[in-house]
């Protein structure tokens, strides 16, 4: 089996690159397999730009391939916060629970109407001697007024998935893969692989 290195510290992420690569035929390793690799600065002014700065600092660190994902959750009424700050929206500890709590106080007063929302996700690959090019999928859906599920991580519990109306904290992983941001993302990048790894 291959094996594919992503560059990233987030465990759910991990968790459903890990799922996702198997089903093609790699093996994952995460940053949590190599753990004196730098938490990257994640400086950029959009997902692509984070994800290409993740995967460059840890493919010239490693002198390897490397894909990295920028991801994160845009809702229209806060005119598309959290967005690249998703991870830290409550502070810099990055916690899931507060960071729920926030978006749910801020929206409690917005209509049903008002309250649809996207994930995106933004998949760097960078080589060594080649150009990074990067892919992404978005993920359409609606805010509820409380948790809903147990499922996925960060914000999957209050986020109505519409592709399959249900929160996405209730899918498996199989069936958020088929309609997440994510998944639609590594679609792209999935006949590329062979050739580049
Ligand atoms: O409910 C969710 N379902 C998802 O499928 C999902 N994908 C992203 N997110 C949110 O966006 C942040 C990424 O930020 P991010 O790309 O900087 O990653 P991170 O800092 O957590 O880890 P790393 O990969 O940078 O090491 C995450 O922490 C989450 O809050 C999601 N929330
Ligand atoms: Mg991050």
Redesign the pocket.
């Known amino acids: 089996m291959s094996e594919i290195i992503i560059?990233?510290?987030?465990k759910?992420?991990a968790e459903?690159f890990k799922k996702m690569f198997a089903s093609l035929g790699y093996e994952v390793k995460t940053?949590h397999d190599y753990p004196d690799m730098p938490d990257v600065e994640?400086t950029g002014t959009t997902f692509e730009e984070?994800a290409v700065l993740?995967a460059e600092e840890i493919s010239r660190l490693m002198n390897r391939p490397v894909i990295?994902?920028?991801?994160?959750?845009s809702i229209d009424a806060l005119e598309g916060r959290p967005g690249i700050f998703?991870?830290r929206y409550a502070g810099e500890e990055?916690n899931?629970e507060a960071?729920i709590d926030k978006v749910l106080e801020e929206m409690k007063h917005i209509p049903e109407e008002k309250r649809d929302a996207r994930?995106y996700?933004a998949l760097a690959v960078a080589i060594p001697g080649k150009k990074t090019y990067t892919v992404s999928g978005t993920c359409e859906g609606k805010i509820l007024y409380a948790r809903k599920g147990t499922n996925?991580?960060?914000?999957?519990p209050i986020?109505w998935a519409n592709a399959k109306n249900k929160a996405?904290a209730e899918l498996t992983s199989e069936e958020k893969a088929a309609i997440?941001?994510?998944g639609h993302a590594l679609k792209q990048l999935e006949k590329d692989l062979p050739t580049i790894l």
Do not use: I, Q, V, W
């Not at 560059?7 to 987030?10: E, I, L």
């Not at 990295?68 to 959750?73: E, I, K, N, P, W």
């Not at 996925?152 to 999957?156: E, L």
């Open positions: 560059a990233t510290k987030n759910g992420k459903e940053l994640e984070n993740k990295a994902d920028d991801s994160g959750l998703s991870a990055k899931d960071n994930f996700c996925g991580f960060g914000y999957d986020f996405m997440s941001h994510r």
